[in-house]
């Protein structure tokens, strides 16, 4: 499974951005998709994430600011991010857990990161 994350760029505080990632690859099936973000100098950490049948998770601290959402059909999610704030610079990560080809046995994906710098 290939995920392709875009999306990200600069944008001012209290600024909205929105990211997508694309899933790909041969007969797969994923279940739960989600972005993870990494700060300068800090772990990596859950920022979102949903299931196939569109149950979502948040972190608490983008809880009222970000919402992610997905298509199915185009193996893709989406992720709109607004009232922006620096604290939320870093790298996002798109990540997917399911199936692939002829392997019955789940795995977890991830695709390369896209950078979010939030600055004035």
């Known amino acids: 499974v290939q995920l392709q994350a875009s999306g990200g760029g600069l944008v001012q505080p209290r600024g909205s951005l929105r990211l997508s990632c694309v899933a790909s690859?041969?007969?797969?099936?994923?279940?739960?998709m989600g972005w993870y973000r990494q700060a300068p100098g800090k772990q990596r950490e859950l920022v979102a994430s949903i299931t196939r049948g569109g149950y979502a998770n948040y972190a608490d601290a983008v809880k009222d600011r970000f919402s992610i959402s997905r298509d199915n059909e185009k193996n893709t999610i989406y992720l709109q991010m607004n009232s922006l704030k620096p604290e939320d610079t870093g790298v996002y990560y798109c990540t997917a857990h399911g199936t692939a080809g002829l392997d019955p046995i789940p795995a977890d994906y991830w695709g390369q990161g896209t950078l979010v710098t939030v600055s004035s």
């Open positions: 690859g041969s007969r797969i099936g994923l279940n739960r």
